[in-house]
């Protein structure tokens, strides 16, 4: 009798035992990875996206549209049909606009202006503001004023073409002025980590003031005024030369290099230079036609698409002046600024050092 | 909980107190077995008419008070009971011999308790061990197929190696895996398998390291009521395997068996042989151009190969007869079309296994060895499992047992690669032009050996495509992929038995692995034409403890009792080391050293604690009315600590009709069954999400600091970007509030059997509903976060099983016997969440397997043609059908129904069993004939190349009214402009409309075929050496009857994952011849 009752206690006992392993400390706690960032570290993410973003299915595919580039096989000779299915721009939206770099910049400019670090800020609403635009000229109607805060708006609305364009052009506003504080107010100010322009602020003004007459020359239909606004903006100080462009400076390894040419090497034979566009620069006999193309072929060795190292640049130095011609042109302003601004353009572009290399490479 | 412990406690104390009071006179005696004079501990011996009872110990001794004149009553599942008159005797030995007939009805059930099928209240199953091994499968899922009613295997394809899909009743969980827990000797091990996706290789599934012939017994649990002791392990059902042991008192027995198979391909997609290489000619559009290998052209429009001739060029690196021209221009030899399945081979298959078994007094044990080597239908591939076991148990003393078993397995293989992936192995083989040779004059192992089939003299691939694709003998060659695989499963039990009717047991069990798989992509291939190298190492380690108290009593004459209660403590990790290493210097050095740029990665796939109480109750009143209580309730690591703790409970109830009165000895109904249960389980969360990281998955799913993606058809780059560490906030949103997801399932059966034993009905109906499945749901990408984990989804499983025994020829010599299983049953999802109308599970963007609210688990979704609201197709001007703008459910991968059958002849010595598989719809994508119509190497877009004035049936958009305008299918002038989109197969995009590949993958298949032969005792009668032996001569997947038009209809292209019904470039299965010998010393 005792025996049992030693073994009830025994029993009783083991199920103490048993309710007492519940604490299970970190064990969900992924050691693999990191709980939180600072903007110092998310920064080279978000520039990346954005260059990305203007070469990889965000170039190809309006390309394609545009017939700069002909599909050959597979997906790409179904697009030149204009065969484009409901999911085939999804990737873009999801990783490399929202999902991607829009995402990275809310989550700096939410860290930046809660840790007074008005550079980080400045920089991330220039690089919203260029995802932006690039969401609404392919989309229309996309979400802004709603986005980015999943506990209030699960699913943001859609906000009108003419409320994106205002966004824009307020991020950008914003961002000179965040950029334009005294660089004593930073508790670390951007160096290394901007992959661009390594922290120069300068720079980064001209690139939004750019940027800002790009979008204001969109919406020319609308009326003059923005040509005009389009004009101010360049006057105030935009690019000024090609040591001025925003580029991202891809590397030469497949982890970083150029998606131009990650597209000819993972899916080569698929897609190359349109006829019409071949014969159109042979026509004009455009200079830059030897940068494009290369024994009739789009993905001959001797072409920018095919460099890995070839930077984009988020808008470059020939644009802001082919909208310095175009704005002249509409505001009636002298036609000699304007021809001269493009030649300008049309000279410094094929004198970029990327682009020599081009020639210099063995064919 | 510990007041009603002790409440127990005392009552049992009471009980036995009573009984001490009523003495005459102590008998005792030892119970041994009739046929081999062993001891027989547990054994009930019973006063007749009395309460008063005990059990038998461990040496088979009793003790027991009876009156001179009262009878005692001896009985133990399996053996025929004997009643005894005590006749004023105070020794009693007696010996019980088995009961043939309830033999078969000693079950192992959850936590390894065995229990007399007759008093389970759910639906169980036991599957032969001896048809596991003469299934002749590498892989012990797949020996399962039609064995089980209830019971899917799929498997991925007949590679080496390759992995086998398993679901009991159908899909439960949208993020948490559906496979069963499978569980060797009491312990839970890990079946896992990673890497299998799209593209790439068929990578196995860890229980391919248990080798068959090991196995003893196998149990299916199938329901909830049978698998709530496991806790949140078996959600979806669980396999519970016992291997071998030995016996007490026998000298050793050691058995050697030797087995070969001869493999090969069963089923391949009709090529066609008319037409060349080539595309519509804009400058002569009713005359289509050649364009041969050295243009890279991918289509196979060209003109007819009658048209064509060589021209004796021998510097043509592609063919050695000269370059292709038209017919008048050449040397006259005519063109040929090359048959491009001369590539598969015979594959092998070699199973030796070695093992002894035996038992002192005091001591049993097994000890076996085995090695599997296999090679596959693809020249290179193989796969090789060498598996040792040893299992040990002894008794120290009356009270005291402890046992100690240890398995190690090393296997692995050489694979080739599949499916999506121009790298693969099907997709360079079946896109593969009819006027290029891909051998160059050689076939299968002998084209695989010679470089010069696969390689030009300049280092560049010799392929149709001039490299685009790689040629199917350059991908065995070049592009290697081998894993090694070492594992040891053991574990360490002890049992203490302090009074007859309590023993204490505790078993410690452990399963490690290490995976070290190396892979590589040559220089020169085509998916990275600069040359890569993978090299892998996952490391996996599973620890369970089990502590258990059980006590087997008998309250009263009519009454017993059984009671378990136990501990669990259940922890898993398993982390990923990877180093891609791109960019290769040396060709054909396939080591990390040699590449320009390398990028390592480590991630945790899995860390998780559970610890869990349990009780099971079982009630048996008078053999006839069975009642069974059980609950376990679990704590996991995975979800946070208020949400942690869940319980799970389980009832289940049978009734024995034929033991009433009336009814007994029947001799239409000799026994007769009636099963209730109900039951719940519960399924966690995956590991790691109740937070948000800042960090992504790269293309291979490995954890790096930040992907900068966003296009399905490049890589995306990866930290650290150009010398600097980058991470962006994940796009997953971890979610702390998460609950566990929950199963309740009702369950009805009855077992029946007529005419003694001639023939045998088991039927079960279940319904079941998960709800709070735990989904990664879809958010707009514009909160910043593209998903988030959820509970929100249901799913429903509902149908029926029938399992059916007949014995319709029964005589002294010879025996026909049937066995039947079917299977039916619906799995729906009914509800997903708020705003989410679609969760992926597998597959590609345009065609994919998807949970989706309304429809079967796993539907099929895609591109489709437009039709309007009555269903019918929407025709344009030209002629041709359109495309709908929105994607749509299109088709139902859960088969109607299911049916394994068997018959078995057997005459004296010999037996001739063979099983017939059948199962009735279950759609599949064959998105491989999309392709091969795509690029114009099918037969079918041979034999309809040429049909003109076709008229699509349906309706004209604009109007609304029937179609009657004919098209081509191959467009000539004018409509033919030289542009290759216009064509029937070309015109609907890359591979076609989902909607036009989705086909019914019913199958009828000769899945067995055995014919043994024992040879007679009386043959080695005397000789002190062998003692037995029997040959077997088996098949494999004989027949197979399928209208499907592409490989194999059981064919999953991503493994067992939750997706199923894609095919796309699967490798084939196989089809197999063998001999097997086994002989006894």
């Not at chain 2, 402890?402 to 599949?418: D, E, I």
């Not at chain 2, 025996?815 to 997903?832: A, K, P, Q, S, Y």
């Not at chain 2, 049936?953 to 081509?968: F, H, I």
């Amino acid at each position: 009798m005792l025996k049992l009752k030693n073994i009830c206690l025994l029993l009783v006992s083991l199920c103490a035992v048993g309710i007492s392993s519940c604490d299970f400390g970190d064990t969900n706690i992924d050691p693999a990875s990191l709980a939180d960032a600072s903007p110092k570290l998310i920064l080279p993410a978000a520039e990346a996206q954005s260059a990305y973003n203007v070469g990889a299915l965000g170039g190809r595919m309006p390309g394609i549209v545009m017939q700069y580039f002909a599909g050959n096989d597979a997906q790409q000779l179904a697009y030149t049909s204009y065969n484009i299915g409901e999911q085939d721009l999804n990737n873009l939206w999801t990783d490399g606009l929202y999902g991607g770099v829009m995402k990275d910049c809310a989550v700096i400019i939410e860290k930046a202006e809660a840790q007074n670090n008005p550079y980080y800020a400045g920089i991330a609403k220039v690089l919203m503001a260029h995802a932006l635009g690039m969401a609404t000229t392919f989309w229309g109607d996309v979400p802004y004023s709603q986005a980015f805060s999943p506990d209030e708006n699960g699913k943001p609305a859609f906000d009108a073409q003419q409320d994106v364009y205002a966004s824009i052009q307020s991020l950008l506003d914003e961002a000179i002025a965040d950029l334009s504080a005294p660089a004593y107010s930073n508790p670390a100010p951007p160096a290394g980590d901007d992959l661009i322009f390594g922290g120069n602020v300068q720079k980064w003004i001209a690139s939004a003031r750019s940027l800002k007459a790009r979008y204001y020359i969109h919406l020319t239909k609308k009326g003059v005024a923005n040509a005009a606004n389009a004009l101010t903006a360049i006057r105030a100080g935009a690019i000024t030369g090609i040591a001025e462009e925003p580029r991202f400076p891809f590397g030469e390894s497949q982890t970083n290099a150029n998606p131009y040419y990650l597209f000819a090497i993972q899916r080569p034979g698929t897609m190359g230079i349109a006829p019409a566009f071949d014969a159109l620069l042979t026509a004009r006999s455009d200079p830059r036609k030897p940068f494009f193309v290369e024994k009739g072929s789009f993905y001959g060795p001797g072409t920018v698409f095919t460099q890995p190292s070839s930077p984009l640049p988020l808008i470059p130095y020939e644009e802001v002046k082919f909208i310095e011609a175009e704005a002249l042109v509409r505001t009636s302003g002298s036609i000699a600024e304007a021809e001269a601004a493009m030649r300008a353009a049309i000279r410094t572009v094929c004198k970029k050092q990327e682009w020599q290399q081009v020639l210099q490479s063995p064919t | 909980m510990m007041r009603k412990l002790l409440l127990l406690c005392h009552f049992l104390l009471f009980g036995t107190v009573m009984q001490l009071a009523a003495q005459e006179r102590t008998v005792t005696g030892r119970v041994t077995a009739a046929e081999d004079g062993s001891a027989l501990p547990g054994v009930n011996v019973v006063v007749k008419g009395s309460s008063a009872g005990t059990i038998t110990d461990a040496s088979g001794r009793y003790s027991i008070s009876a009156g001179d004149n009262a009878t005692l009553v001896y009985s133990f599942v399996g053996l025929t009971t004997q009643e005894i008159a005590v006749n004023n005797r105070s020794t009693i030995d007696v010996a019980l011999a088995a009961d043939i007939r309830q033999l078969s009805e000693v079950v192992v059930t959850a936590i390894g308790l065995e229990a007399d099928k007759k008093s389970l209240g759910y639906s169980i199953q036991t599957v032969n061990a001896e048809q596991l091994v003469n299934a002749r499968e590498t892989n012990l899922v797949n020996a399962l197929s039609g064995k089980a009613a209830g019971v899917q295997v799929i498997s991925s394809s007949g590679s080496p190696g390759a992995s086998a899909n398993i679901r009991i009743r159908g899909s439960r969980s949208i993020t948490g895996g559906n496979s069963p827990l499978f569980v060797v000797d009491g312990v839970p091990i890990n079946n896992d398998e990673s890497g299998n996706e799209v593209g790439g290789v068929d990578q196995s599934n860890r229980m391919i390291d248990i080798n068959p012939n090991d196995v003893a017994s196998l149990t299916v649990l199938k329901g909830p009521a049978a698998t709530a002791l496991y806790g949140v392990r078996a959600a979806n059902g669980a396999i519970v395997i016992t291997t071998k042991s030995g016996k007490l008192n026998t000298k050793p027995v050691i058995t050697y068996s030797s087995a070969f198979t001869l493999d090969q391909v069963n089923k391949l997609p009709e090529l066609q042989s008319r037409y060349a290489q080539g595309r519509p000619n804009a400058s002569n559009p009713n005359a289509p151009t050649y364009r041969g290998p050295a243009t890279a052209e991918g289509f196979s429009w060209g003109p007819l190969i009658s048209d064509l001739e060589f021209n004796g060029n021998a510097e043509y690196p592609y063919d050695k007869n000269g370059n292709l021209v038209p017919v008048g221009t050449g040397n006259g030899r005519p063109a040929v079309a090359y048959d491009p399945y001369t590539f598969f081979v015979n594959g092998t298959t070699f199973d030796n296994n070695l093992s002894i078994a035996g038992g002192s007094e005091n001591t049993t044990y097994f000890v076996s060895a085995g090695r599997l080597s296999q090679t596959g239908v693809v020249p290179t591939a193989d796969f090789t499992r060498n598996s040792f076991r040893a299992t040990i148990e002894s008794r120290f003393s009356e009270k005291f047992t402890a046992g100690a078993s240890a398995s190690y397995t090393n296997s692995g293989g050489y694979r080739v690669q599949k499916g999506s992936n121009i790298s693969g192995v099907m997709l360079g083989l079946l896109r593969n032009t009819p006027t290029f040779d891909i051998g160059n004059g050689k076939e299968g192992q002998e084209a695989a050996d010679s470089p010069d089939a696969y390689q030009l003299p300049d280092g560049t691939q010799r392929s149709y495509r001039a490299g685009i694709y790689d040629s199917p003998y350059w991908a065995v060659n070049k592009n290697p992929f081998r894993d090694n695989v070492n594992r040891v499963i053991g574990n360490i039990s002890l049992s203490y038995r302090p009074l007859s009717w309590l023993t204490f047991s505790y078993k410690l069990g452990a399963d490690h692995y290490t995976d070290r798989r190396n892979s590589a992509l040559d220089i020169n291939s085509a998916a990275n034409p600069t040359g890569q190298v993978q090299q892998q190492d996952i490391n996996s380690t599973d620890l369970n403890s089990d502590l258990l108290a059980i006590i087997n009593r008998r309250l009263g004459e009519h009454l017993t009792l059984d009671l378990t209660l136990g501990h669990n403590y259940f922890a898993q990790s398993a982390a990923t080391n990877t180093a891609i290493g791109r960019g290769l210097g040396a060709p054909g050095f396939y080591d990390i050293s040699n590449a320009s740029s390398v990028q390592a990665t480590r991630q945790f796939d899995r860390r998780r604690k559970i610890a869990g109480a349990f009780g099971d109750l079982k009630l048996g009143y008078r053999e006839m009315l069975f009642l069974n209580l059980s609950g376990r309730n679990d704590w996991t690591s995975t979800l946070s600590k208020g949400n942690n703790s869940f319980f799970y409970p389980a009832v289940s109830a049978g009734f024995v009709f034929t033991e009433l009165a009336g009814l007994k000895d029947n001799a239409i109904l000799s026994y007769g069954k009636l099963r209730a249960s109900w039951g719940r389980v519960g399924n966690d969360a995956p590991a790691f999400s109740t937070i948000t990281y800042y960090g992504s998955i790269d293309a291979e799913g490995n954890p790096v600091g930040a992907a900068i993606g966003g296009d399905g058809f490049i890589d995306p780059l990866v930290s650290p970007l150009l010398g600097v560490s980058a991470f962006e906030r994940s796009t997953t949103r971890g979610n702390a509030q998460l609950k566990p997801e929950f199963t309740t399932t009702v369950e009805f059966g009855g077992e029946f059997r007529f005419l003694r034993d001639r023939l045998g009905v088991d039927v079960t109906y279940y319904n079941s509903k998960t709800t709070d499945a735990i989904i990664e749901v879809d958010v707009p990408a514009s909160t910043g976060f593209t998903s988030e984990f959820r509970n929100s989804a249901e799913i429903e499983n509902k149908g029926w099983e029938v399992v059916l025994n007949a014995s319709p020829v029964k005589t002294t010599n010879f025996e026909w016997g049937i066995d039947v299983n079917f299977n039916t049953f619906t799995n729906t999802v009914t509800r997903l969440a708020e705003g989410v109308d679609r969760v992926f599970l597998a597959g590609f963007t345009g065609s994919s397997s998807n949970a989706i609210a309304g429809q079967p688990f796993g539907v099929i979704y895609g591109t489709r043609y437009d039709r309007n609201d009555e269903g019918q197709l929407l025709i344009g001007a030209d002629g041709w059908p359109l495309i709908a703008s929105t994607d749509g459910p299109l088709g139902n991968p859960i088969p109607d129904w299911t049916a394994g059958v068997r018959n078995t002849f057997s005459f004296k010595g010999l037996s001739l069993s063979l099983l017939f598989d059948i199962r009735r719809g279950g759609d599949v994508w064959n998105g491989t004939q999309g392709i091969i119509n795509y690029f114009g190497t099918s037969k079918l877009s041979a034999d309809q190349r040429d049909v003109k004035g076709y008229v699509f049936e349906g309706v004209r958009e604009s109007d609304g009214q029937t179609n009657t305008t004919p098209v081509e299918f191959y467009p000539s002038a004018p409509l033919n402009n030289g542009s290759v989109n216009l064509i029937r197969w070309t015109r609907y995009g890359f591979g076609g409309l989902t909607e036009e590949n989705i086909q019914d993958g019913s199958w009828t298949r000769l899945r067995e075929a055995t014919l043994s032969y024992t040879l007679p005792g009386s043959i080695f009668g005397n000789s002190k050496f062998v003692k037995g032996a029997t040959f077997t001569l088996t098949g494999r997947n004989l027949l197979l009857f399928t209208d499907y038009t592409g490989v194999d209809p059981e064919t999953n292209l991503t493994g067992s994952s939750n997706g199923v019904g894609l095919d796309y470039f699967n490798m084939p299965n196989t089809r197999s011849y063998g001999a097997a010998l086994r002989v006894t010393f």
